[in-house]
C-alpha cells in the first residue's frame, strides 16, 4: 500500500513542501528511509516504531520505505517524525487519507507517543498558507508561534493517537487562533527606561540621534561610565515593530528554536549583546548547514558590542558586508542561504587599555604607542559604518546623587517616531532607504543640500579639528536627522556643529 503525506522544511528563514511518500507490503520487517535525510532523520525510525508501539498499534512483518520528496534537498531535524508515523499508519489502512491531501503535519514523537516542540513553526505556517493547505497539525509547545498566521487552522496536539483521532475524525478538535492585536497590545512593557540614567545628557542626545536617523553609534568612556547602562535602554526610545517587521523577526528566532513556547510574536526590537569571546561564525552564522548568527538575532534591533576593541580581529571584519547590505550571505559547497541582517550596532569602549586616559580624576598609565595600538585595533573600513562617536565621561558625584530623573523614554520615542515619520515620506519609493543612515552619496546629494555658511563651517571643521574624510558624508547623514528631530526642512549651521562633535574617533586626539 502507499500514502503521501504533507509537511515541510525550513531553508533559511522560509519553509517549503516536503512530500512524505511510504510504500508498505509483507515481508522481511525494515524500514528505509531515503531523500537525502540527516542522522537525524535516518534515527527517527527508532522513533515512530517506539511510539507507535507505545501507543498500542503492532506493525511486524512489514517492509516500509519512506521517501522524502524533492529527494534532491538534504532533510535535517526531528520534526519529519509524526509525517513518516502517519504515511506509515496511512499505508497500512489504520489511518483514514481523506484529510491527509490538505493538511500538513509536523513534529518530533518521543518514544511514548507523545509531541515535542520544533523548530521554524511560523516560516512553515506562512507556506502552508501560501500552497491553500487547510489545516497544520503541531505539536502543542509549537503552536503559539503559527497561530498568528492568519488564513489556515492550526491544531496543537500532544500526541499520536490524538492526531490519528483528528484525521479519522472521531474527535472535535479546535483550531488555536492568536489576534495579532491582542499580541500588539502587550508591546513596549519595557522594564528598563531612560530615567534611570542620572547624568550623561550628551550621551543621551547622542542615543537620541541615532535612534532618530538609525545610525550606528559608538560610546568611548572609562570604566563605569555608564555606557552599557546607556546601550541597554536604546530600544526603548526606537520605534514600535511594524507587524511585517515582528513577524520577519520572528522567523529568525524560530527557524533558530529560540523562540519562547508561550511566544507567538517578537513585538519588542531585539536586543543582542554578544561576549567578546563570540566566534565569527556565532556572530555571522554558519555551520555545515547554515544557521543564522548573532547579527540575524537583532534584526529590526540592537546588536550591542561592549569592550569593542577587545574582539578578534577577524570577528569585526565580518561584520562589515550586513553592516553594508543589511543581509549575512552564508555560501557553502552544496549551498547559499541569505539571512536579513538589518540592525543598528551600538558600541562601547575604553579609549585605552587601562581605561583612564579621557578620566579626569584617575590618572592613565599607558603610554602614546599603548594606546594607538589598541584603537587600531578597530579598522578604519568599520569605523567608517559608525555615524556617531560619542565621549561617554565620569558621572560626577551631584548628578549621581540628584533626587531628580531625566526624561522618560516614552517621550523621548515620541519625538524619534515624528522624525522616522518626516524620513519615510522623503524617502517613499527609493528601495531599501527607511532612514537617513541608509542614504547613500546621491541621496545625500538630494536632500542634503547645504548653504554657503555651512559648507565654510563643514570645511573649517574638516582642517582645524582634523578629521578624516571618511567623517564628511557622516557628519551631513547626521545633520540631516538633528534637522529633521527639530522639524527644519533645511540643515543649518546649529545643525552642522552639533553633528561635529559626534566624530571623536577621527579627531587626531587618539592619533587617528
Known amino acids: 500500500m502507499f500514502s503521501k503525506v504533507l509537511s515541510a522544511a525550513t531553508f533559511g528563514i522560509d519553509a517549503y513542501k516536503v512530500e512524505v511518500e511510504t510504500h508498505s507490503e509483507k515481508q522481511l520487517p525494515s524500514i528505509t528511509i531515503v531523500g537525502l535525510p540527516d542522522n537525524a532523520v535516518k534515527e527517527s525510525k527508532e522513533r515512530v516504531l517506539a511510539a507507535l508501539k507505545n501507543s498500542g498499534i503492532d506493525l511486524s512483518f512489514k517492509k516500509i520505505t519512506v521517501n522524502l520528496a524533492p529527494a534532491d534537498i538534504k532533510k535535517e531535524g526531528s520534526a519529519f517524525d509524526l509525517p513518516i508515523a502517519i504515511g506509515i499508519l496511512a499505508a497500512n489502512e489504520i489511518v483514514n487519507q481523506n484529510l491527509l491531501e490538505k493538511t500538513l503535519l509536523l513534529g518530533e514523537l518521543s518514544l511514548d507517543g507523545s509531541l515535542r516542540k520544533i523548530k521554524g513553526a511560523l516560516p512553515i505556517a506562512v507556506e502552508a498558507r501560501r500552497l491553500g493547505i487547510e489545516n497544520i497539525i503541531l505539536p502543542k509547545d509549537s503552536v503559539r508561534e ?19 483521532q483528528f484525521l479519522n475524525s472521531e474527535n472535535n478538535f479546535e483550531p488555536v487562533h492568536t489576534d495579532k492585536d491582542e499580541v500588539f497590545a502587550e508591546v513596549n512593557t519595557y522594564h528598563l527606561d531612560f530615567s534611570d540614567v542620572k547624568g550623561q545628557e550628551n550621551a543621551k542626545r547622542a542615543l537620541e540621534i541615532a535612534a532618530a536617523g538609525g545610525h550606528n553609534i559608538i560610546m568611548i568612556g572609562p570604566p563605569g561610565s555608564g555606557k552599557t547602562m546607556l546601550a541597554k535602554r536604546l530600544p526603548t526610545i526606537l520605534p514600535p515593530l511594524t507587524f511585517e517587521e515582528a513577524l520577519e523577526t520572528t522567523k529568525i528566532h524560530s527557524v533558530a528554536g529560540i523562540l519562547p513556547k508561550d511566544k507567538a510574536l517578537i513585538t519588542e526590537r531585539p536586543f543582542r549583546s554578544p561576549h567578546h569571546t563570540v566566534s565569527d561564525a556565532a556572530l555571522i552564522g554558519g555551520g555545515s548547514i547554515p544557521r543564522p548568527g548573532e547579527v540575524s538575532f537583532a534584526h529590526h534591533g540592537v546588536l550591542f558590542l561592549d569592550e ?17 547590505d543589511s543581509k549575512v550571505t552564508i555560501s557553502r559547497s552544496k549551498m547559499s542561504l541569505e539571512f536579513p541582517a538589518n540592525f543598528m550596532l551600538a558600541a562601547a569602549m575604553n579609549p585605552c587599555p587601562c581605561g583612564y586616559f579621557t578620566d579626569p580624576t584617575k590618572e592613565c598609565t599607558c603610554t602614546t604607542a599603548q594606546i594607538q595600538k589598541y584603537m587600531a585595533k578597530i579598522s578604519g573600513p568599520l ?33 524619534v517616531v515624528a522624525a522616522r515619520q518626516i524620513q519615510l515620506k522623503r524617502f517613499a ?29 563643514l570645511k573649517m571643521a574638516m582642517t582645524r579639528l582634523g578629521l578624516s574624510a571618511r567623517a564628511y558624508d557622516r557628519i551631513i547623514k547626521v545633520s540631516r536627522t538633528i534637522a529633521d528631530l527639530e522639524n527644519s526642512e533645511n540643515i543649518l549651521p546649529q545643525h552642522i556643529s552639533e553633528a561635529i562633535q559626534y566624530r571623536a574617533l577621527d579627531r587626531e586626539l587618539w592619533g587617528h
Open 429 to 457: 519609493g527609493l528601495k531599501n532607504i527607511y532612514c537617513n543612515a541608509h542614504m547613500g552619496t546621491k541621496e545625500i546629494r538630494k536632500f542634503c543640500k547645504l548653504d554657503n555658511q555651512c559648507e565654510e563651517l
Open 308 to 324: 569593542l576593541p577587545e574582539f578578534k580581529k577577524n570577528v569585526l571584519e565580518v561584520l562589515r558586508q550586513p553592516l553594508e
Open 146 to 164: 503559527a497561530s498568528i498566521v492568519e488564513g489556515i487552522n492550526v491544531y496543537g496536539l500532544e500526541c499520536l493517537n490524538e492526531v490519528i
Open 383 to 415: 569605523l567608517d559604518r559608525i555615524d556617531i562617536h560619542i565621549e561617554v565621561p565620569p558621572v560626577k558625584f551631584k548628578e549621581l546623587s540628584s533626587a531628580s530623573s531625566g526624561e522618560k523614554s516614552e517621550v523621548i520615542r515620541k519625538r
